[in-house]
């Protein structure tokens, strides 16, 4: 895949911006205590969907706009995140937006959807069979399928990495999530657009490793996604276009626990009183592992969002949350 320039990247900016206002960037002196070293955090937490998912979900659906105007409408397959994106940006540019949940999907996020105005479809027992579910109807009823992986998607995630890029101070290395792909590429591709050295560090649940192996392997590897805490980045098979991306401009990928996970979304809170969902915490998981290779080394975290449902997060903070 080609990364987006930074002329559209830009103009995805001016797409986005016509939304919401850019996310901030701060440094927490208890975060920068706890790794030894300065961190910026980059707060996609602060979107009106909760996610950076928002962004390249309003440029793939302008884009579709443009290119199809008789276009009925979207339909997606999520857990959460993406489908509040879609729906969001859906409501906002007049498009119909059928969302297909797993059944036993979060009750929250499902709100959260309908709330949004989206027709809420519940298929499935995992979120494959409803992503093949979502694939059908679409042809069914003639929607425009919105996968999350796609070139838009990547467009639009790369106008938070350029805020970051561009409102923190210069960072030796970035820590980025690894879901099905569309984030890390996004930083890659408004990185390499500003010609600066960043390194870029993916982070994957060791419960999900597909993405970690292909790296290693430098092939597409299959393997189970057993996470308990981080759904969002629960990946079976990699997607080789945005594989190809992060082995052409990632450093390496590190894998953290679930239980690692869990004490970093305990530590956002304590350290900053900022809510991050599973997924979302990870790259801070990360930084904690290798906080002793970090001194002298100020990076970049990117909190990718904060929809983590109430009673999960009682037991995290108390400590009672089973893995």
């Not at 895949?1 to 559209?8: E, F, I, N, R, V």
């Not at 950076?52 to 008789?70: D, H, S």
């Not at 009750?107 to 519940?122: F, H, I, S, Y």
């Not at 970690?212 to 997607?239: H, W, Y």
Request: glycine share 8%; proline share 6%; charged share 15%.
């Amino acid at each position: 895949m080609t990364l987006p320039t930074l002329s559209q990247i830009q103009d995805a900016q001016a797409t986005v911006y016509r939304y919401m206002p850019p996310t901030p960037q701060y440094t927490w002196p208890l975060i920068n205590q706890r790794l030894g070293t300065e961190a910026w955090i980059k707060h996609e937490n602060h979107t009106p969907v909760g996610a950076f998912k928002l962004r390249g979900a309003l440029v793939y659906m302008e884009w579709l706009k443009q290119t199809q105007p008789g276009l009925a409408g979207v339909v997606a397959a999520t857990r959460g995140n993406h489908g509040q994106g879609v729906g969001m940006a859906a409501r906002l540019l007049g498009l119909k937006a059928v969302i297909v949940v797993p059944h036993g999907n979060s009750p929250e996020k499902n709100r959260a959807m309908q709330a949004q105005g989206v027709e809420l479809v519940e298929h499935g027992n995992d979120f494959q069979e409803s992503l093949e579910f979502a694939r059908s109807l679409a042809i069914e009823r003639g929607l425009a399928m919105i996968d999350s992986f796609h070139e838009r998607l990547v467009m639009g995630t790369a106008t938070y990495a350029l805020e970051f890029f561009k409102g923190a101070p210069p960072m030796d290395a970035i820590y980025v999530p690894i879901g099905l792909g569309s984030s890390i590429c996004g930083v890659a591709a408004a990185r390499n657009a500003l010609g600066i050295k960043t390194e870029i560090v993916g982070v994957v649940a060791s419960q999900s490793p597909s993405y970690a192996l292909s790296f290693a392997q430098r092939k597409i590897v299959e393997a189970p996604s057993a996470t308990r805490i981080a759904d969002g980045l629960a990946c079976r098979t990699p997607n080789p276009a945005a594989m190809e991306s992060i082995w052409n401009n990632v450093a390496r990928i590190v894998e953290v626990s679930d239980a690692e996970i869990v004490d970093a979304m305990r530590a956002y809170y304590t350290d900053t009183h900022n809510l991050a969902e599973g997924a979302a915490a990870a790259a801070l998981a990360a930084a904690i592992r290798e906080a002793p290779i970090l001194s002298g080394r100020r990076i970049g975290l990117v909190l990718t969002g904060a929809n983590v449902d109430a009673p999960v997060f009682a037991k995290v903070l108390a400590g009672d949350f089973k893995l």
